[in-house]
């Protein structure tokens, strides 16, 4: 479906006015698609469209996935969680999880970003090298 210029700016509008203090308000996106849908304004599903992508990549951002070889400790989850929040801002949901074919270390993956600093990457890195 091709979206029009018009459609993206006014879906650009619409998300920026779903924020709170930086942060996307779930109640302001649910009463805004119900006010697109209720209008139908002229080209509508491109709006919806775009609205939706934009809705999709800000929860992709604000939403960090951490596997552990092994299950971290409190303290560890703490101070993980922490320096996320220097990193990406409060609000930031940080989903934990177990991955025992990492080996050691922590791989860390936040919308499009990528930290992966677990043993199997570098043993991974030293195969290639050879």
């Known amino acids: ?34 006010a697109v849908i209720a209008k139908k304004p002229r080209g509508y599903l491109g709006i919806l469209s775009h609205f939706q992508r934009l809705v999709k990549l800000d929860i992709e951002r604000r939403t960090a996935w951490v596997e552990s070889a092994v299950t971290l400790s409190e303290g560890a989850q703490q101070s993980v969680r922490g320096n996320l929040a220097k990193r990406y801002g409060q609000g930031l949901d940080v989903n934990l999880a177990v991955n025992p074919a990492l080996i050691g270390g922590l791989r860390v993956k936040v919308g499009s970003d990528v930290f992966d600093g677990s043993v199997r990457a570098r043993l991974n890195d030293l195969a290639e090298s050879m």
């Not at 879906?11 to 924020?19: M, V």
């Open 1 to 34: 479906m091709k979206i029009t210029k018009q459609a993206r700016r006014d879906s650009k509008t619409l998300f920026t006015n779903c924020r709170v203090n930086g942060v996307l308000d779930e109640n302001r996106v649910r009463q805004t698609v119900g």
